[in-house]
């Protein structure tokens, strides 16, 4: 007797994903009812759970996130291959091991289902494709005498984003501390985007370099980890930032970014005034690039607009700067990736921080036009 084929049913969507129903037809409907729990083992991965919780399994159904009644959704009963159909995955990195690690204010564990809150709510425009929500990676928190499990949770990340990448046009990472981007980079590198030759290019638009040199990885280390691996690697690697404040990057960071050839524009020089001087920065950036990987550090933002993150800026690049270098990187047509870290619902006043967010990331998956 042959083996049945095995069914890969939908693990239960967060119950982040929920909000206001207007009415029966997709006029109507918003993000919270479009988006759909992965349904592959490559969209599922593998997952880490919650210390203490018991982890999701395949068998279980879905139990947010169901459609209005009448609706009509696009079936995912295959996930639709880049260039194929438009669609959209998300995966979270609950993690905040590396900001511990970086003495910054932790809480940013907290960050994917507060921005999943935040975007359910918002409308799912024409246009906008299919929304799968692949989960979370849990990293646990250490502490001084017993570090946490910040290395095995990217590799984790990374093997998710890798298939995720080659099953969706686009992939949004929700962290995390910006330990989160060498898990994203990795992902990309691995996955089918990434070849001999490919030339790949992280934008990142963030007060800081974090190209620190630290015994440990943590959230200051990310894209000199990337930079090494790149360096031996067939693929090269350009790195870019958008934002960098002196203030806060020692003179020892800046050496780094010029070895490294790293390109950067300063919060000084990212103001509303200096808007077309930055898009020519972006779009000479992305023309020299085959594959971009987006990634937003929420403490670019002055610490008005974005009280809640683990490093509050002082000075900050405005909104409709960072929204504009978003759309700009989008409109690209060259963009695989896009993570958004540092958010730490603990603090954010209002949810001023999260609502921010979400309005960048809902840009990014509503104006996403892979090149054919």
């Known amino acids: 007797m042959s083996s049945p084929t095995p069914q890969h049913t939908p693990a239960p969507l967060s119950s982040a994903w929920a909000g206001r129903v207007d009415g029966d037809g ?61 669609s959209t995955a998300f995966v979270g990195f609950a993690s905040d091991e590396g900001v511990r690690r970086n003495s910054g204010r932790i809480g940013a564990v907290e960050g994917p289902d507060a921005l999943r809150s935040a975007l359910a709510p918002l409308a799912h425009v024409p246009g906008t494709g299919v929304l799968v929500d692949a989960g979370d990676v849990v990293v646990t928190r250490g502490d001084d005498d017993a570090p946490g499990d910040l290395e095995e949770g990217q590799a984790a990340l990374a093997g998710r984003i890798a298939g995720l990448l080659d099953e969706h046009t686009l992939t949004v990472v929700l962290g995390g501390g910006h330990e989160t981007a060498y898990a994203s980079y990795c992902g990309l590198a691995g996955s089918g985007r ?152 603990s603090l954010d006043v209002d949810g001023r921080t999260a609502k921010a967010a979400a309005r960048l990331i809902h840009t990014i998956v509503g104006r996403h036009r892979p090149r054919r």
């Not at 210390?51 to 996130?65: E, L, N």
């Open 194 to 345: 990434v070849g001999e030759g490919t030339r790949v290019g992280i934008l990142n638009l963030d007060a800081h370099f974090d190209l620190r040199e630290a015994p440990r990885p943590s959230s200051g280390t990310p894209f000199l980890q990337a930079l090494r691996e790149a360096a031996a690697s067939e693929h090269s690697l350009a790195y870019a930032v958008v934002g960098v404040s002196e203030a806060t990057n020692t003179q020892v960071l800046f050496e780094t970014a010029r070895e490294h050839g790293v390109t950067w524009i300063s919060d000084e020089h990212a103001q509303t005034a200096d808007l077309s001087q930055v898009l020519r920065f972006v779009r000479e950036f992305t023309d020299h690039v085959d594959v971009l990987y987006l990634t937003i550090d929420l403490d670019v933002l002055p610490a008005a607009v974005a009280p809640g993150v683990s490093a509050p800026a002082g000075f900050g690049v405005p909104y409709e700067v960072v929204h504009a270098c978003v759309l700009e990187a989008t409109r690209s047509g060259k963009l695989a990736l896009a993570d958004v870290v540092e958010l730490n619902p």
């Open 26 to 86: 997709p006029e109507h409907r918003r993000w919270h009812q479009a988006v759909r729990p992965a349904t592959t083992a490559d969209d599922a991965g593998p997952a880490s759970p919650a210390p203490g919780s018991t982890p999701a399994t395949d068998s279980a159904p879905a139990t947010s996130g169901t459609p209005a009644p009448g609706s009509t959704i696009t079936s995912e009963s295959s996930a639709p291959h880049p260039g194929t159909v438009r």
